[in-house]
């Protein structure tokens, strides 16, 4: 401690003074009847800023086991599509069970056959799959897939495709399959890109007329002709 040194005209009896108020100004603060040898050691206050030795809050048992519970579904996520398999398969077996077949229609492979079949292929398919899954198997990507997610959706071709289902369901009646499907499958191929305008029309017509001729005369399905009925 430093004594102050007195100022031009100060008497000594000031400059002693000047010493005490500093010396107390210096001296910490003290709790009444203890002794300095039983005052606690301050410890520096600690700033908002400055991180703590404390550990944070850790969360809850309930908070732990949901945040397992939905990695735990984000891992085996692939079980999904096990249980929509085992539920086309159970469907598609109550359908054919349940089935009315007329008496004439029985033989050996009757139309209950092949969805029994069905049914019974998806139900093993999905018990594989959850095992599978069940055993860590992961589904692995194509490494040949080109796709950019960043780019948006291309809502003009799902416009154009929605157009063009719903005009052939309109002109099948009227029109007849050979000339709706032509259109269908020349308005598929403009919405999803293709612009040859000579080739594309006869490709769709002969496309239309086979899969009309196919299903109608040798399927014996009927299928709706309209003007070209006769010719077909």
């Known amino acids: 401690m430093t004594t102050p040194e007195p100022t031009p005209g100060e008497t000594p009896g000031k400059t002693a003074e000047r010493t005490r108020e500093r010396t107390a100004e210096q001296k910490p603060e003290r709790t009444p009847g203890k002794t300095p040898e039983q005052e606690p050691e301050r410890k520096p206050e600690q700033s908002a800023d400055q991180p703590t030795d404390q550990p944070a809050d850790q969360p809850s048992g309930a908070s732990r086991g949901g945040a397992g519970a939905r990695a735990w579904l984000r891992e ?10 085992l539920a086309l398969g159970v469907l598609v077996l109550t359908d054919a069970l349940t089935m009315s077949v007329d008496i004439s229609q029985r033989g050996p492979v009757g139309p209950k056959t092949v969805p029994v079949v069905v049914g019974i292929g998806l139900l093993v398919v999905a018990v594989l799959l959850a095992l599978d899954v069940l055993r860590g198997g992961r589904g692995e990507a194509e490494g ?3 796709i950019d997610l960043t780019e948006p959706s291309d809502w003009r071709t799902v416009l154009l495709l929605i157009g063009v289902f719903l005009g052939n369901a309109v002109l099948i009646g009227p029109l007849g399959f050979p000339i709706s499907g032509a259109l269908l499958f020349w308005g598929s191929a403009y919405a999803l890109g293709s612009r040859h305008y000579h080739r594309d029309p006869l490709i769709a017509a002969a ?3 086979v899969t009309f001729v196919v299903f109608n005369n040798l399927l014996g399905v009927p299928l709706p002709g309209g003007p070209l009925m006769g010719v077909l």
């Open 144 to 146: 040949g897939e080109d």
């Open 207 to 209: 496309l239309s007329v």
């Open 76 to 85: 085996h996520s692939e079980l999904g599509v096990g249980l929509l398999l």
